[in-house]
Structure formats: C-alpha cells, structure tokens
C-alpha cells in the first residue's frame, strides 16, 4: 500500500511551525509531511498557490489538512492540484460556496465578533494594499485569552511575537468551491475553542460529513494537543489506503 503525503495547511497569526509536533508524529508513522507557507493574503491568491504547491511537491494520493483560516483554502484548492484523496479540519472553517470567515463567524460567539474589532486586534496597513485593505494583527492579551488560553506562557509569547498577520480582505473573501462535498473529511473540534466555537466548528463539520473528534482544547490545538490531530489525520490516510 502506498501511504499518502500528508500535508499541513497552517491558519492566520501562525506560520508552518504551528504544525511541528503534529509533523513529527506522522513522520514517526513512516508518513512523508509537508507543510507549505500560507501567505495568508486572500482566498483565491493562497488557494492558488497551494494548488501550484500540490502539483508540483507532491506524486501520488495527498490528505491535505488545514488548521482555522487554512480550512478555507484547503477547501478551494483541494480540486486544482494534486491527487487529494481526503480532506482534516483542524478547528477550522468549512465553508460552503459563496461564505466568508466574517459571514461564518457573524453572531457565532466568538471573541473576535465584536463591535469594535480593534479591541482584539490590531489593524495596520501594508506596502501594495488594495485600497481599503489591511492586516489584522492579535493583541497580547486576546492570544493569551482567547487565541491560544492552554499554552504555557512562553509558548503564548512566542505566538505574540511569531504571528503571521492575516489581511481583512481575506476574511471578508467568499469561497468559491467546496471541495469537502466530492471528498471524504475529518473535523477536530476544539471544545474550548473561543475563537471559533465548537457549536460552530460542529455544525460546519456535520453538514461536511466530517468524521468528528473531539479535543479539551483552545484554537490552537494542533499545538496544546497535538494528539487529536494526528489521529484524525491517521484515520483519513487510512481510508485512503483502504
């Protein structure tokens, strides 16, 4: 049986490092692991890019997986590039055709839906930025709160130091395909999640036909609790083995 490539799509204010202890577990399993940048610029252009990357790193049957922000772009770039066989939600959105991250979490509870957003984040502008267009950047205090609440404090820090900002225009983006509905899925839902609550995380995963697992964790559970994902991607390659 050829094992497939697993490769790890991070989210927004984190980069491929937020994958490491995922990673290392599946290489343990004799899986080859990729985990490729995610520009975090917009829907269409990551999407691309990721297709482009699937293309050309990659031969033979993919389980590609994708952690919050990195839901989407998996989703829309599943079809175009490579041989994708399943698709792992990662306390990530599973959008439909036509929804946005700002849509999705509109009225869901999460920490980030408020008022003022520059309460939880902080907004600046970058060179060659359409106009209207800026980065979204965490505040301290919401990494420690809301973003990543079960880290220990130093690895907290170094998510406040370490984000990748994630520009406005790509929450805003609608996706374009749902690649979820030809493609078997897995969904880890983190039940303390407050960025994207777990009713929300669920009712995009049920309405997906994601095989669901549950994890005690915050946003970042790849990294508190990296077990959850790797079994959730050890299930999907199996069936891609079957």
Do not use: C
């Amino acid at each position: 049986m050829t094992k497939p490539t697993i490769v790890l799509v991070h989210g927004a204010w984190a980069d491929a490092s937020s994958w490491n202890a995922v990673a290392a577990q599946l290489r343990g399993h004799g899986f080859t692991v990729l985990a490729p940048p995610n520009a975090l610029r917009g829907v269409e252009a990551d999407a691309a890019y990721l297709s482009s990357f699937l293309a050309q790193r990659t031969s033979g049957p993919v389980v590609l997986a994708g952690h919050s922000y990195g839901g989407v772009v998996i989703s829309n770039a599943a079809g175009n590039g490579g041989d994708v066989r399943a698709l792992v939600y990662v306390n990530a959105f599973i959008p439909a055709e036509g929804e946005s991250i700002f849509g999705i979490l509109g009225g869901s509870g999460s920490a980030l839906d408020v008022p003022d957003p520059t309460t939880v984040l902080d907004v600046v502008g970058y060179p060659g930025a359409p106009e209207g267009d800026a980065e979204a950047f965490l505040k301290p205090d919401t990494v420690f709160r809301y973003f990543a609440q079960d880290l220990p404090e130093a690895d907290g820090w170094n998510v406040v130091t370490g984000q990748r900002p994630i520009t406005l225009s790509a929450n805003a983006a609608p996706t374009t395909t749902a690649a979820w509905r030809t493609l078997p899925s897995w969904a880890v839902v983190g039940t303390e999640d407050l960025v994207i609550p777990a009713a929300t995380q669920r009712s995009l995963a049920d309405r997906a036909g994601s095989k669901i697992f549950d994890v005690a964790a915050s946003h970042v559970s790849l990294v508190s609790q990296p077990q959850a994902s790797v079994e959730a991607i050890l299930a999907a390659a199996a069936h891609v083995g079957d």
